[in-house]
């Protein structure tokens, strides 16, 4: 098998747990497996693609992104839900808080 073959076949929660063992030495390999694994519908990958983003999670040595960035790590929040993850949604609110009061100074 391939490397792509193997990543298309592998099960999600395989391809998310490799990704966050993965996570502090290579955020942006991780990035990509979870990107696989919430395509074939694991809310948990979501839910970690949005903390990449959070201000309140953001690292520049965690996370393969630059800055953080609320409103992205918002929509994946909203992602994590529609897949079924509950515990997402107070990180939602607190983030819809965080940018009706910038967007209100």
């Given at each position: 098998k ?6 298309r ?97």
């Amino acid at each position: 098998k391939t490397q792509i073959e193997a990543i298309r076949t592998c099960p999600a929660e395989r391809l998310y747990a490799l990704a966050t063992e993965m996570r502090p030495r290579d955020p942006q390999s991780s990035l990509l497996l979870m990107e696989k694994a919430v395509d074939k519908g694991f809310a948990a990958a979501a839910r970690s693609i949005a903390e990449y983003y959070d201000p309140a999670f953001w690292s520049a040595t965690s996370s393969p992104f630059r800055r953080a960035d609320a409103r992205i790590a918002l929509r994946w929040y909203a992602k994590a839900a529609t897949l079924g993850d509950s515990s997402v949604a107070e990180h939602a609110r607190r983030l819809e808080h965080d940018l009706q009061m910038t967007s209100g100074r």
